[in-house]
């Protein structure tokens, strides 16, 4: 039925208002010529509003005359009337193709260039090489080939391992992977380790340079470990005084480990009766677009609808044009409800969350990697009766204190 | 008894044995109802009376009849009509 309708509709086909004594004979004599009739409506006792192909308005002009009946043309449709209307405008059609064919060839431009994956590297940098190479915005797309401009990047910026360039629709979107140089400067110059944090130290290796401290002493932050100063050996002692030249020390880059056992300290505390309050996680959001100073509110609530809530403001401007800027904003606000609570704990469980709250705490503190030998809880009392549980945690480490640290030779 | 009766008698005793429907062997209407908005007649001789509130439509044993209101053809072909409004009742007279 339905692929009848359409082919009605590419071949055309007309309403006709049809009058006439004997209706039902013309219905049946047409169809009984395989004429194809649909959507026949009464509009009053001897007229009918019919719907026919093109192709059947000839015979029907016969059939009529044979009843005795007579029609008119109420309506053209299809795909032949359009073509003739639109023979007469032909403007109207110059400018859909003009349109089309606009569409097609700014379509075929690159237009934008996105660089994602650079951390070093300023993005203005890699653009300007990538122009360099063929592509900026607006060359034709059949004017470069992707591949020789990822190479021809490559070449151009050595602190790149890979460069991906993908087109997508007037986007271009250039992917890059930089490489992991070592930091040149830093690796001339001499430096001493020196301690991160105050410690006792347990063991010292070193690799390079010389030790100042040893094992059992205590260091404070930024005293120095293993200096990069070496003196040669002291020759003065010895005796012979044609050995002795006015040798300076030799510089070099510290390196060892130096582990130290290093205490921390962390407060944690839980009131026995906790009030605060929480996301119940209902939220609304409402969209207002602002034009000129008015806000014409689009979608959601016009008023906070909850309680207690929480907001959130966006304000999307829409892209400056030349240097005027566009005097609308779009102003999307989250309405999140929030709950006041109030929970009651025994102390045995206020003192293990005050216990828990401190270790997150010493957990942000103390470096990974590093060894935990001891720990302490200390509740702390205050004297007073109060509704709150105070711990103190102690924890002790083993770990590397050392820490470079540059140096100008003296 | 005529032969035409005799012949009728012999065709459904055949259809009845070797259970062809009754649309293909008799020459029966068949009609189908789509709740009270359409109404299709397979197998019409043509159509008897059209107005909004009745459809008469000739078929093989005499007539079929579709009372409703605002009643329109959405369709005919050779050998259906699909009648669309609102159906009342479909009688056969």
Known sequence: ??????????????????????????????????????DIKRLGPDRILIKTRLSGVKPLRHIARRTGSRFSVQ??????????????????VLGAVMFLAALYTLSSFVWFIEVTGNTKLS????????????????????RFEVARIEDEVLKKLPSLSWVGIQIRGTKAYIEVAEKKLPDVTEEKRP??????????????????????????????????????EIWPPDALQEGDEATVLPEGPRYVQAKGIVRARVWYEEYGEMPLVEEGCRFTGTEVQRICLKVAGHRIKIRGPREAPFKDYESETKVWQAPQWRSLPLPVEIISTTFREIRPYRVEHS???????????????????????????????????????????RVKLEVETMEDIGRLKPFKPS | MSWRDIRRKIRKGMADILEIP???ALD????????????????????VEYTDTLVRVLVESGEVAVHGQDLSLRNIMQDEICVEGVIKGVSFN
């Open chain 1, 75 to 92: 309506e053209r449709m299809g795909f032949p009337f359009l073509i003739s209307r639109l023979r007469r405008r032909r403007m109207l």
């Open chain 2, 28 to 47: 029966l209407p068949k009609i189908i109802l789509v709740g009270n908005v359409q109404v299709i007649i397979e197998n019409h001789r043509g159509i």
């Open chain 1, 191 to 228: 430096t001493h380790i020196v301690a991160a944090k105050a410690g006792l130290i347990e063991e010292i290796l070193v690799l390079s340079g010389q030790a100042v401290v040893k094992e059992g002493d205590t260091v404070l932050p930024g005293q120095v470990l293993i200096s990069g």
């Open chain 1, 1 to 38: 039925m339905f692929v009848l309708r359409i082919l009605a509709y590419l071949f055309g086909c007309v309403s006709l208002i049809v009058s006439g004594r004997t209706l039902e004979r013309f219905i049946n004599m047409a169809n009984s010529r395989g004429i194809h009739l649909w």
């Open chain 1, 347 to 389: 102390r045995e469980r206020a003192l293990a969350l005050a216990r828990e709250e401190a270790e997150k705490r010493i957990r942000k503190v103390i470096p990974d990697g590093s060894k935990i030998l001891n720990r302490k809880i200390n509740v702390i009392y205050t004297g007073k009766k109060e509704p709150l549980v």
């Open chain 1, 123 to 142: 993005d203005h940098k890699i653009i300007e090489a990538v122009r360099e190479a063929g592509l900026y915005p607006g060359v034709p797309k059949w």
């Open chain 2, 22 to 24: 009754g649309e293909v």
